[in-house]
């Protein structure tokens, strides 16, 4: 019996010229985050186009303030668990904060990385300013796809004045116009959109020739993606505006951890169907033992 889930079992690999496919064809593209086996397991299962190993896993995972403290070796830990879980989508891997900002060598190292460690198809950086475009252009011409991202970044969310929209005035819009028209140059092949008002993504959209993938960026991207913690409410809080809610299993895990909890207090838990037995004569043999 195949292992695949039943999502997965039908279809083959996803790839770039199928993504790309599917954009001419107007057929949304669907992008999850995951982390881990089971995250991917169940994007999978789904039927996902594309599976993002998001840095956001600093903040829904290792517990940690922002996305800034992630380190390239606690990526690739969950990169390479969800590569495991993963079996047709396409997998992408955030390169994080430090990874390849320095220089295109450090960058193009960075992402081979997560090639050959991790298993990822791709690697997606954050910003469309300058360093970001030559990054993005030095990894695309190691053989590494690359995926851009503008509009909310937030590796550099304090630059931006925190974790808000991006593009609410003209300049701002023209900027992160600028910086997706230089990252489709540089040769990415998809780019995601980020908390940019819907009206910026409806007039930019005619003009990138690559699949964009929104988060909070309006209908008219040729894809979504929503963090796999916030869509099915394993979080305290609602989360950001865009975050649509499809299950709650943050209480749903609180309330059976405390059911079980109360079931050791009590001795309710284990009862005898949840022990095993031994031959009697067995039993005999090794008490006598004992007692010698």
Same mark, same amino acid.
């Given at each position: 019996?195949s292992s ?5 079992a039908?279809?083959? #690999? ?6 790309r ?5 107007g057929?949304?593209?669907?992008m ?6 089971p ?9 996902? &186009? ?18 800034v403290?992630v ?7 969950l990169?390479a668990a969800? =590569?495991?879980?993963?079996? %047709?989508?396409?997998?992408?891997? &955030? ?10 060598? #450090?960058? $193009?190292?960075?992402? @081979? ?5 991790a ?16 990054r993005?252009?030095?990894v $695309?011409?190691?053989?590494v796809?690359?995926?851009?991202? $503008?509009?909310? %970044?937030?590796q ?9 929209a991006q593009?609410?005035?003209?300049d701002?819009? @023209? ?23 819907n009206?910026?993504?409806a ?9 964009v ?8 991207t040729?894809?979504?993606v929503?963090?796999?913690h916030?869509?099915l409410?394993?979080? &305290?809080?609602?989360g ?8 709650d299993l #943050? #209480? ?8 079980y909890?109360? &079931?050791? =207090? ?6 005898a ?6 031959d009697?004569v067995?039993?005999?043999r090794?008490?006598? %033992?004992?007692?010698?």
């Amino acid at each position: 019996m195949s292992s695949k889930p039943a999502a997965a079992a039908g279809r083959g #690999q996803i790839t770039i010229p199928h993504l790309r496919a599917l954009k001419d064809a107007g057929t949304p593209i669907v992008m999850v985050t995951a982390y881990d086996y089971p995250s991917a397991r169940a994007a999978e299962a789904a039927g996902v &186009d594309i599976v993002l190993v998001g840095d956001s896993g600093a903040q829904t995972v290792l517990g940690y303030p922002s996305t800034v403290p992630v380190s390239t070796d606690e990526m690739l830990v969950l990169a390479a668990a969800t =590569r495991r879980g993963t079996t %047709t989508a396409l997998l992408v891997a &955030d390169l994080p904060f430090g990874s390849y900002e320095v220089s295109d060598e #450090q960058a $193009v190292a960075t992402a @081979i990385r997560f090639v050959k460690e991790a298993g990822a198809d791709a690697v997606k950086l954050e910003g469309g300013g300058v360093m970001s475009v030559r990054r993005a252009a030095a990894v $695309v011409a190691a053989g590494v796809p690359v995926m851009g991202h $503008v509009g909310l %970044t937030p590796q550099t969310a304090t630059a931006l004045g925190g974790y808000k929209a991006q593009g609410r005035n003209a300049d701002s819009a @023209i900027a992160i116009a600028r910086g997706a028209l230089a990252l489709q140059e540089a040769g990415c092949f998809s780019l995601v959109f980020e908390a940019v008002p819907n009206a910026v993504t409806a007039a930019l959209m005619p003009r990138v020739g690559i699949p964009v993938i929104g988060i909070g960026a309006g209908p008219d991207t040729d894809g979504q993606v929503l963090v796999f913690h916030d869509l099915l409410g394993i979080r &305290d809080g609602g989360g950001a505006r865009f975050v649509k809610r499809y299950a709650d299993l #943050q #209480q749903a895990m609180n309330d059976g951890v405390a059911a079980y909890a109360d &079931d050791v =207090r009590s001795g309710a838990y284990p009862t005898a169907e949840h022990g095993y037995s031994i031959d009697p004569v067995q039993l005999a043999r090794f008490t006598e %033992t004992l007692d010698d």
